[in-house]
């Protein structure tokens, strides 16, 4: 709580309430025995998220980010330290309840969409609604189809979608269940950049307009640039922790291309081989 | 997450994987059908058999003499004509036959057989349900008893024997049998079946005829010996009863006071029935276990399959475990999937068996063949139960995989 009265985010003036914190997880650690010796991959993480945040976790490969979401899914256990998920205690809990926790307070949102084979857009937003246990199920897996605009598309098989519109069935299915967050793991990365823009205005816009709450894995910077507030992992550590100053707008900036993002690196053109393989 | 939940995510799934789904079922349709089909045909050799020996008589009593077992009686009384009509009049049964037989040769021509001639009495064809064939010929009657006559009625064998042909009608030819002359009245219709020496080669002759011309069988008091009596009950509920009944007559007749001196024998078919009965039994139950392997074939190919299934729906699984599924929800999934792909394997199986059954009776009509409840019952057992045993291994690693495994699964 005396952290939040610390931050000095505009927001804290906004509202004179303390903001629930959905995520508040205190010095973890994650220890991977590995025979003989072990790994530690998390060195002690202490990270609060509040209700209406859009945060991406960044970080090189091994830096301990998709352990750290696995934690944060509740998918995997840590070794010591504590995890609140919207108040609840998970960081001790059994695999059966852990699945109830999944069900209710996270939806996920994969690289590789995860959607099942031969099953319409209606039903793979039902899943989490069958597993709850939820009675109502077509109607709130057809909001929250119409929700990421899709409505149109209810009876469409995974093959008979886009990319980009497989990534917005499985927003969807992160949706359906009102979840105290959405966790995604690089959520445009097997996108091309239009449905990747397309996604990421849907986030934006569930963020903006539904204030949900929204937690980005990625290592790619433009895309951290798209949302409020950026955490840097390194070596299982947190290294720096920012708000963004002013956040992109997806589809209202061209992403710069690799030519312009390096130009001034380089000493001299070089062509690659000899001359006459180009003639 | 209820079972009919359970139950809407695995007929789904076995939807998503049509082709699989009736591959694997295939195994158990053909090791259910093999079960079924093999079965009904072991019972229907089982029930050909045993109703072959009802026609030669289950309940129809063989007395006979015997040595008495005792060994210190040696007299041995043979039986006669007057007893056989005391048994008839016993309570409970309906005729005796009686027969003496004696070796006589026939001659017809040059060709000649040597054979025990069965002398008979009129009511031997339906002791034994074994007629003349229709061809105009006619069985030995009361009044040829009467007269003695010398009227012989031939086996089919016994006619090929002699005239060279079993199909020759040799009726009204005249033959000679230890140097007198019979007439043939009759040729009895071919028999084949039951155990023994082939029934085919015989000559019957009218039991006085036997008695009196071919040999001397008179005995003191006026009666006349005779080999065996073949002795009809009214019903095999029976068979016990008049057995002791015939029993006790001839012990008293024959004054028998110790067991063990009894000079005859009464013997029944339906032991040999039994016997038989239990050695087709075993070759029901030998059909039924080979055919079984074949059902554990396709258990284990259910298995095979189940495991391949849920290496390939790792990501599933995985992606099932995030969004909740506890994993009670994937081990009843994959569970009732592999108990829905052995029943309907079963069902199947049990259509197959029926066909088999159908298509082995058009082949064999003398086999009645059906499907028999308790073996239905049984294919639908063991098929669900293979889908509990077999689906089991699988669907518990399904749901033993942890889900962050399962998500980053290749």
Do not use: C
């Not at chain 1, 998220?49 to 301990?64: A, L, Q, R, T, Y």
């Not at chain 1, 996920?108 to 009675?135: D, M």
């Not at chain 1, 950026?230 to 290294?239: F, S």
């Amino acid at each position: 709580m005396f952290k939040w009265f610390n931050r000095k985010t505009t927001e804290s003036v906004a509202e004179p309430e303390a903001p629930k914190a959905v995520i508040d997880i205190r010095d973890i650690t994650r220890t991977y025995e590995m025979g003989e010796f072990s790994l530690q991959v998390l060195k002690g993480i202490s990270l609060q998220i509040f209700k209406g945040e859009f945060v991406s976790i960044m970080g090189p490969s091994g830096s301990g980010k998709s352990t750290l979401m696995n934690i944060l899914g509740a998918l995997d256990q840590p070794t010591s330290g504590e995890y609140f998920l919207d108040g609840v205690d998970v960081s001790k809990l059994g695999e059966t309840t852990l699945a109830g926790v999944r069900n209710k307070k996270i939806g996920f949102v994969f690289q590789s969409f995860n959607l099942l084979r031969r099953t319409t857009a209606l039903r793979q937003v039902e899943l989490p609604l069958v597993y709850g246990g939820v009675s109502g199920r077509s109607q709130k897996a057809k909001a929250a189809l119409e929700s990421v605009g899709l409505g149109q598309r209810l009876d469409h098989l995974p093959s008979e979608l886009s990319g980009g519109q497989q990534q917005r069935v499985a927003i969807a299915r992160a949706l359906v269940n009102e979840p105290a967050m959405i966790l995604a793991d690089e959520p445009t990365g097997n996108l091309d950049s239009r449905s990747g823009t397309e996604v990421m205005q849907i986030f934006q816009q569930l963020n903006r307009d539904q204030g949900i709450t929204i937690v980005f894995v990625t290592h790619d910077p433009w895309i951290a640039r798209h949302t409020k507030r950026v955490v840097m992992l390194r070596d299982g550590k947190i290294v720096a922790d920012r708000h963004v100053a002013a956040p992109l707008v997806a589809g209202e900036t061209e992403r710069p291309s690799e030519a312009e993002e390096l130009e001034g690196v380089f000493k001299e053109a070089y062509y690659g081989g000899a001359k006459a393989e180009y003639t | 997450m209820n079972l009919i939940e359970s139950f809407r995510i695995a007929i789904n799934s076995l939807m998503i994987n049509r082709l699989r789904a009736i591959l694997t079922t295939l195994g158990i349709l053909i090791g259910v059908g093999a079960v079924v089909g093999l079965t009904s045909l072991g019972r229907g050799v089982e029930n050909y058999v045993s109703g072959q020996f009802t026609s030669l008589g289950a309940n129809t009593l063989t007395v006979s003499s015997t040595r008495p077992s005792s060994g210190t009686r040696t007299v041995i009384q043979p039986l006669t004509d007057k007893e056989a009509i005391a048994i008839a009049r016993l309570p409970g049964i309906q005729r005796v036959a009686t027969q003496y037989n004696v070796s006589g040769t026939l001659l017809a021509g040059t060709e000649s057989v040597s054979l025990t001639l069965n002398g008979v009495t009129a009511n031997y064809v339906e002791v034994n349900e074994w007629r003349p064939r229709n061809d105009g010929g006619r069985f030995i009657s009361q009044q040829d008893i009467n007269d003695a006559a010398r009227v012989v009625v031939l086996g089919e064998s016994t006619v090929e024997d002699l005239y060279g042909d079993p199909n020759f009608n040799p009726i009204n030819l005249s033959l000679q049998i230890n140097g007198r002359i019979f007439t043939v009245i009759g040729v009895m219709e071919n028999r084949s079946g039951g155990a023994g020496a082939d029934q085919n080669a015989a000559a019957f002759v009218p039991i006085s005829t036997a008695q009196s011309r071919l040999d001397n069988a008179r005995v003191r008091g006026g009666a006349y010996k005779v080999s065996q009596m073949q002795v009809q009950v009214e019903s095999k509920d029976a068979i016990e009863m008049s057995m002791a009944a015939i029993e006790v007559y001839l012990a008293g007749a024959h004054d028998i006071i110790y067991s063990g001196d009894e000079d005859f024998r009464v013997s029944n078919q339906g032991d040999l029935l039994s016997s038989i009965t239990q050695v087709t039994g075993i070759l029901t139950l030998f059909l039924a276990g080979v055919s079984g392997i074949s059902l554990l074939v396709g258990g284990i190919g259910i298995m095979n399959i189940m495991l391949v299934s849920v290496t390939e729906r790792t990501r599933e699984i995985g992606l099932r475990k995030a969004v909740g599924a506890r994993g009670l929800d994937i081990l009843s999934q994959f569970l009732i999937e592999s108990i829905l792909l052995s029943l309907i394997g079963g069902a199947l199986g049990i259509v197959l068996g029926w066909l088999i059954s159908l298509i082995g009776g058009a082949l064999v009509p003398d086999l009645d063949l059906s499907l028999t409840l308790d073996s239905v019952l049984l294919a639908t057992g063991i098929s669900s139960f293979v889908g509990v045993f077999f689906g089991l291994y699988p669907a518990n690693r399904a749901a033993r995989m942890r889900p962050i495994e399962a998500l980053r699964f290749e």
